[in-house]
């Protein structure tokens, strides 16, 4: 018998980072697993998701915020909604929780290799792209044009600024922001992200494009990408569902004969047309 | 597959000989309802019963089970739970609920095993009892079952008068007759006429029938009546009781919760229902499965369209308890059969 798949790993809350205050609140927050062999094995790709445990409180299945070429730890970013993302809110650097994983597909990173990327993201939507984004900056000669289209509804609600101000900088890479409501000081685009990306005007030639986010932005980001030419294959997004387990068994991530946690959670947009099931 | 006989009389001594070794699990009967218990002397079973209330895949998936135990505070530890190595006989389970098992083993086994499941399911020993008169709900012939079919056993008796006609159908079954020779003889080709008879005679004696001809074909027809207000009509007299699931031998959902002293807690494992609305809401709010007719559609779909296109098996066994034991009597065999009378 291999070791047992639900049993988590100790890992240590090493530092948080306050994403957006207020009542919908995000937190970063980085993990370092307790065992040294376990920190050098656990290998994932961008897209990948893990199993957090507090323990006595329950467990949440994140999507993993920071990129495989960052070494010695993990980063998930986390919305406070329910028991679990409440409690964790609450932790402190030190403080210990569990880990197992990792799960789920992931971004096909080796197969884009060499095309252009267009990368739309919409509030916490953006933390499995921020792992992805990592990534290709981190092995940038090995992928074209990089357009990344994100925006939240008041500039407080962005995550990940400091990154963002650095993408800013890089010159091979297209970052821009928005917001949805005007605000004094506020010089990038206001407007819906679906608004944006009309504006940013990416081709789809040798393109993929990736949405994450609320369910109703990526239903007009994906319209504005057919607007755009982008075809049913060349569109991804991530999908979300309430999980126990996270490894297909416990039954309630399914969309049609697809588990969530398994199968996904990254699909394309072409899938998703032909799966017969709630989402 | 070797076939020998055990006379009735000596299966008393059968069932003493191997309780040393093994928690033997056997049916009882409780006021009017059957149970699979474990029993410690054969007088304590049952042999005259259709089947048990609870299927007895809670013998390997059990209904509540802990999965490790912590420590909270400063010191967190996770302590494993021990898996049990004891040995088990699962005597007089039918045919059907053999079939359950190894249509969910492949949930359990997948790309991550399930250590909970599996540890008993290998140590566990099958010794199935021939259903020679089946129930006025019991289909299992539609879905290609038998009610006396060793196919998912380690061993098959089947009562052929003052005797039991033994099947030996694995290595596990023949190392328990093995040990035991002395109570058994050879069986003879008048004995499996005998069998054979007595089996054509429980076949004869199951009046319904579920029509799906063809499996393919049905799955792809399901896909093409998803958005049918059928599912709606057969949703509208649902409670959302779960019963049916909770009693179903192929139903394997779970839901995973932390109980907790002060210092102390445990991961623990519980049966759960698709039935549930809470089964599928999310944090946010948001459920995929708002109303009834979601949850009926999806407790039919799982097992007749999405199982068949994951596993290439359709999830029922044709046990009749989701029949049996519906407050409103939804009934499994007309929803598939008129299912299938669906326009697209």
Not at chain 2, 148 to 164: N, R, V
């Amino acid at each position: 018998m291999k070791e047992n798949p639900y049993q988590p790993w100790l890992a240590t809350i090493d530092s948080i980072c306050d994403e957006v205050g207020g009542q919908r609140a995000i937190k970063t927050f980085r993990l370092v697993f307790q065992d040294e062999k376990v920190r050098e094995k656990f290998t994932f790709l961008p897209g990948q998701c893990v199993m957090v445990s507090l323990f006595g409180k329950g467990e949440c299945f994140f999507a993993i915020s920071s990129s495989p070429t960052q070494k010695g730890f993990i980063e998930v970013s986390v919305l406070k909604l329910g028991k679990v993302t409440s409690a964790l809110h609450e932790c402190e650097p030190g403080d210990v929780v569990g880990v197992r994983g990792p799960y789920g597909n992931h971004f096909d990173v080796s197969g884009w290799m060499g095309k252009n990327l267009v990368l739309i993201g919409g509030g916490i939507g953006q933390a499995p792209l921020r792992s992805l984004i990592k990534y290709v900056v981190d092995n940038r000669k090995q992928y074209g044009k990089l357009d990344i289209i994100y925006g939240a509804r008041t500039s407080k609600d962005l995550c990940y600024t400091k990154d963002f101000a650095e993408l800013k900088t890089c010159e091979d890479t297209n970052a821009c922001l928005s917001i949805d409501v005007k605000e004094d000081g506020w010089s990038d685009f206001v407007g819906f992200v679906p608004d944006n990306l009309m504006r940013v005007n990416p081709s789809p030639k040798n393109a993929i494009a990736v949405t994450c986010g609320p369910p109703i932005m990526i239903k007009y980001v994906i319209q504005n990408l057919g607007k755009l030419g982008f075809s049913e294959d060349q569109i991804f997004t991530t999908l979300e569902m309430r999980m126990k387990c996270g490894i297909g068994k416990c039954g309630r991530c399914n969309i049609g004969n697809l588990y969530v946690c398994k199968d996904g959670p990254v699909f394309s947009y072409k899938q998703l047309q032909n799966i017969k099931g709630e989402q | 597959m070797e076939k020998y006989i055990l006379l009735k009389n000596k299966l008393p001594e059968w069932i003493n000989m191997i309780t040393p070794t093994y928690t033997i699990f056997a049916p009882v009967k409780e006021e009017d309802l059957v149970f699979f218990k474990p029993i410690t002397k054969p007088s304590e079973m049952t042999l005259a019963y259709s089947n048990a209330i609870v299927p007895p895949k809670a013998q390997m998936f059990h209904q509540t089970e802990t999965m490790f135990t912590f420590t909270q505070g400063k010191n967190i530890r996770v302590n494993p739970a021990s898996l049990p190595d004891e040995k088990i006989v699962v005597f007089g389970i039918r045919p059907c609920d053999a079939k359950s098992l190894s249509i969910i083993d492949p949930v359990f086994t997948n790309d991550f095993e399930d250590p909970y499941y599996l540890t008993k399911r290998k140590n566990a020993i099958l010794v199935g009892l021939s259903c020679n008169q089946p129930t006025v709900n019991c289909f299992c012939t539609s879905l290609n079952g038998s009610p006396a079919s060793p196919e998912h056993l380690d061993i098959l008796l089947t009562d052929i008068g003052d005797k039991y006609y033994v099947e030996l159908n694995s290595e596990k079954g023949k190392q328990l007759v093995e040990k035991t020779k002395k109570l058994f003889t050879p069986a003879t080709d008048a004995d499996s006429k005998k069998k054979k008879d007595v089996e054509k005679k429980a076949v004869d004696a199951i009046t319904r029938q579920m029509k799906i001809n063809n499996v393919d074909a049905f799955v792809k027809k399901l896909d093409t009546i998803f958005d049918a207000p059928y599912w709606k009509t057969i949703a509208m007299k649902c409670l959302g009781c779960g019963a049916c699931t909770y009693l179903c031998p192929t139903c394997h959902c779970f839901d995973i919760q932390d109980e907790t002293t002060l210092d102390k807690g445990a991961r623990i494992r519980v049966w759960d229902s698709c039935m549930r609305p809470e089964y599928t809401l999310h944090a946010s709010g948001h459920n995929p499965r708002p109303e009834r007719m979601n949850r009926v559609r999806n407790r039919v779909y799982h097992k007749y369209n999405y199982y068949p296109k994951n596993h290439q098996m359709i999830a029922c066994v044709g046990c009749g308890r989701c029949i049996d034991n519906c407050p409103v009597n939804i009934d499994i065999i007309d929803v598939i059969t008129k299912a299938g009378e669906v326009k697209p």
